[in-house]
């Protein structure tokens, strides 16, 4: 049986990084800039707005360095890496599937909103991480 996630077109799964990226980002942005609660992020276990604001920071550059890698993986950017970046993209693959589990135990904002986010990264990093390179 063929697998499900080949449906999804390489263009496609990277165009889904893209926006999955951009709304973690912008998540985290809307956090930095106290639009959205610290409280609301992180499970609601950050003691204060600068404890988050540290967090929040953190999480932009890990963002962007998944998103450049992701790019890598889709073969927008070049790299004679492949089998590296294979594991790379199961390695977010795992990475995105714990934070889907604990943004569904987290807080309701995580669990209705963010989880959905969270639910597109994961779907496209798996299509990233089987494409044969």
Known sequence: MKNK???IDLPVAIWMSVVFYFLAITVQTLVITKVIPYNWVNGGFSESYDAQLALSINSIVLLVVMFVLTLIAGKVIKTKLKKTITIICWI????????????????????FIISWTILLGLVSSLRLAIEKR
């Open 5 to 7: 996630l080949n449906k």
């Open 92 to 111: 977010m693959s795992a990475y995105w599937l714990i934070g889907l589990i604990m943004q569904l135990i987290g807080t309701p904002f995580e669990r």
